[in-house]
């Protein structure tokens, strides 16, 4: 078995940094480094993202692809969230992700991630000679970026209603799965476009 975990403090409320890792795909649009790439698509949502959620993982790790489905475990508002995997590759695959509040503009973020390889002693050499070190490269990387997104220009939909991300979901889809981020500066960019005509 292989514990992972990563910490970091990001000046922005708690509120703010939970909303936006309560929502799976935000995180792995972070997670688009060299050799690691992660794709997670919501399945079946329930209660506002909480337990009983389901979501799909596409993962590239140095080009070796793996999928697995997961489900939320724990939602506790501004606490945690965590959840396992329930049909894949991994003999066991948990992620949690806690926040702590250090004051009014700040929380500590730690993200662990509790696996065990498949294929037996094979796996076991595996994950120590490659994988271990893409995971951790990979979810550290991540929350520098989410850092860097939430305490920067706050253009992330972390107040979006779900209907109005369902669209931005089927958006996504329609431009070959771009992140997030990228689909909305491009909806923002059209809408400039169409105020800047109505203007003129």
Request: with cysteine; proline share 4%.
């Amino acid at each position: 078995m292989t514990v992972i975990s990563k910490s970091i403090d990001i000046k922005v409320p708690v509120n703010t940094v939970f909303t936006y890792f309560a929502r799976p795909e935000h995180v792995s649009d972070q997670m688009s480094d060299k050799g690691v790439g992660m794709t997670v698509i919501p399945m079946d949502i329930k209660d506002g993202m909480g337990v009983g959620t389901t979501f799909r993982v596409i993962a590239d790790f140095s080009g070796k692809r793996l999928e697995w489905d997961c489900e939320t475990t724990e939602f506790e508002r501004e606490e945690r969230i965590s959840a396992k995997m329930i049909k894949g590759p991994f003999k066991k695959w948990e992620i949690k992700n806690e926040f702590k509040v250090l004051s009014d503009n700040l929380t500590k973020v730690t993200m662990t991630v509790d696996y065990e390889m498949p294929f037996g002693p094979l796996g076991a050499i595996i994950n120590k000679a490659k994988f271990a070190k893409s995971a951790e490269r990979g979810m550290e990387t991540a929350l520098y970026k989410v850092r860097g997104l939430l305490e920067g220009n706050g253009s992330i939909p972390v107040y979006i209603t779900l209907d109005a991300y369902q669209k931005l979901l089927a958006e996504k889809k329609k431009m070959n799965n771009v992140p997030v981020s990228t689909v909305l500066n491009a909806i923002l960019e059209k809408y400039n476009e169409i105020e800047t005509k109505i203007q003129n």
